[in-house]
Nanobody
Framework: QVQLVESGGGLVQAGGSLRLSCAASGRTFSGNAAGWFRQAPEKEREIVAA????????YYADSVKGRFTISRDLAKNMLYLQMNGLKPEDTAVYYCATDPRGGLRIGNSDYAYWGQGTQVTVSS
């Protein structure tokens, strides 16, 4: 079992930045697939970014390319999402997720473990 806890969400003005963190306990991220998803009110949960834990290969949704960066700290067993140039449409609950099958995974059903989510609100 893996428990994931996100932190770093909050309220920020458009154009601002936030850094989300995700800590894993129970088991490590090592060898796993990992990703960030978000869900806005009345919308389906969508992929934001994903990373292959071993090779560091990344994927970004078109809506966040050039603004968001996913990264991991192998020593600290942490997953991060640096969000710059935030827009009101980025407002959502952000979730980190991981799956022991590894690889680069971008679908909701690809992930076995999820955090509880952290709210990001971007004001205009």
């Amino acid at each position: 079992q893996v428990q994931l806890v996100e932190s770093g969400g909050g309220l920020v003005q458009a154009g601002g930045s936030l850094r989300l963190s995700c800590a894993a306990s129970g088991r490590t991220f090592s060898g796993n697939a990992a990703g960030w998803f978000r869900q806005a009110p009345e919308k389906e949960r969508e992929i934001v970014a994903a990373i292959n834990w071993i090779g560091g290969i990344t994927y970004y949704a078109d809506s966040v390319k050039g603004r968001f960066t996913i990264s991991r700290d192998l020593a600290k067993n942490m997953l991060y999402l640096q969000m710059n140039g935030l827009k009101p449409e980025d407002t959502a609950v952000y979730y980190c997720a991981t799956d022991p099958r590894g690889g680069l995974r971008i679908g909701n059903s690809d992930y076995a473990y999820w955090g509880q989510g952290t709210q990001v609100t971007v004001s205009s």
